[in-house]
């Protein structure tokens, strides 16, 4: 079971960037999928994006397709979302969550989850 904590969140006008981090202190990171999904107010949790064990596959929702990056560095069991031109409907809470499997492509794969981290777009 992997414990996750995410870091980097914040108020940014539209356009703006952001990077979240989700450190992870599990030992079995490096062998399984991890992502990020997101839960604006009032609405259902959403799938932000996903990467494989080994960094060689990537999933991403189509709203954040060519603004997004999801990555890892296995070495520091960390996987990171890079957020470019942000815009308001991009506010919600983002949650890392890690899978058990090596591959995961939807929210309903991951089976640990972090707290999340607020991001806020101001218009």
């Known amino acids: 079971q992997e414990q996750l904590v995410e870091s980097g969140g914040g108020l940014v006008e539209a356009g703006g960037s952001l990077k979240l981090a989700c450190a992870a202190s599990?030992?079995?990171?490096?062998?399984?999928?991890t992502g990020w999904i997101r839960q604006a107010p009032g609405k259902e949790r959403e799938f932000v994006a996903a990467?494989?064990?080994?960094?060689?596959?990537?999933y991403y929702a189509d709203s954040v397709k060519g603004r997004f990056a999801i990555s890892r560095d296995n070495a520091k069991n960390t996987v990171y979302l890079q957020m470019n031109n942000l815009q308001p409907e991009d506010t919600a809470i983002y949650y890392c969550?890690?899978?058990?499997?090596?591959?995961?492509?939807?929210?309903?794969?991951?089976?640990?989850w972090g707290r999340g981290t607020q991001v806020t777009v101001s218009s």
């Open positions: 599990g030992r079995t990171f490096s062998s399984v999928a």
């Open positions: 990467i494989s064990w080994n960094a060689g596959i990537t």
């Open positions: 969550a890690a899978s058990r499997l090596p591959v995961a492509r939807t929210q309903y794969e991951f089976a640990d």
